[in-house]
T-cell receptor, first 119, second 116 residues
């Protein structure tokens, strides 16, 4: 079964450094998402992306964050200047487009996550 | 605003016991979707079920069953004859369509510990 792939599985960085988290969504999916989960807390929406632009973002997704689909397969999340509070598990997700027969909201398929540790 | 409440932070059961995980949601939308995801110790999020707001039929899939009651805004999840492999954090989530780009609001999760 196709999977959403995220790399690296664990990234350690120093405060103030830039990090790029990488994701390869399922190949025929068109909607892409980033979520994060601070240790022991709930999963929170960051941003959704469709047709090469951000379609929705949360309050968490401030100017330090950006997303990009640099080619036909990768979807990246960049944090420009990391803070201690950015330490979390970051999940990439994707889903199929709606069609005439399937549910309007097909389920999100999540990757295994990248654990980001900011020291 | 949307909200999902999973009041049970942690549940411990012995293998073969039945267990129900509660989920209560709040939304002003008339059309919405409800989900359950499983997060095993390895950390990934595994999709279990999706339900739309117009379908209140209960669903059973093997040892898993879901009870959706719109009148009480609840979407509870029952595992029958639990197994050690069911140990995980279970998240209930709510989404609403916004031009087709729906996002999920998650509850805080319920950690289920199944001991042998």
């Amino acid at each position: 079964e196709p999977e959403v792939t995220q790399t690296p599985s664990h990234q350690v960085t120093q405060m103030g450094q830039e990090v790029i988290l990488r994701c390869v969504p399922i190949s025929n999916h068109l909607y892409f998402y980033w979520y994060r989960q601070i240790l022991g807390q709930k999963v929170e929406f960051l941003v959704s992306f469709y047709n090469n632009e951000i379609s929705e973002k949360s309050e968490i997704f401030d100017d330090q964050f950006s997303v990009e689909r640099p080619d036909g397969s990768n979807f990246t999340l960049k944090i420009r200047s990391t803070k201690l509070e950015d330490s979390a598990m970051y999940f990439c997700a994707s889903r199929t487009p709606p069609d005439g027969t399937s549910s309007y909201n097909s389920p999100l398929h999540f990757g295994n996550g990248t654990r980001l540790t900011v020291t | 605003a949307q909200k999902v409440t999973q009041a049970q932070t942690e549940i411990s059961v012995v293998e073969k016991e039945d267990v129900t995980l509660d989920c209560v949601y709040e939304t002003r939308d008339t059309t919405y979707y409800l989900f359950w995801y499983k997060q095993p110790p390895s950390g990934e999020l595994v999709f279990l079920i999706r339900r739309n707001s117009f379908d209140e039929q209960n669903e059973i899939s093997g040892r898993y069953s879901w009870n959706f009651q719109k009148s009480t805004s609840s979407f509870n999840f029952t595992i029958t004859a639990s197994q050690v492999v069911d140990s995980a954090v279970y998240f209930c989530a709510l989404s609403r369509p916004q031009g087709g780009y729906s996002t999920l609001t998650f509850g805080k999760g319920t950690m289920l510990l199944v001991s042998p």
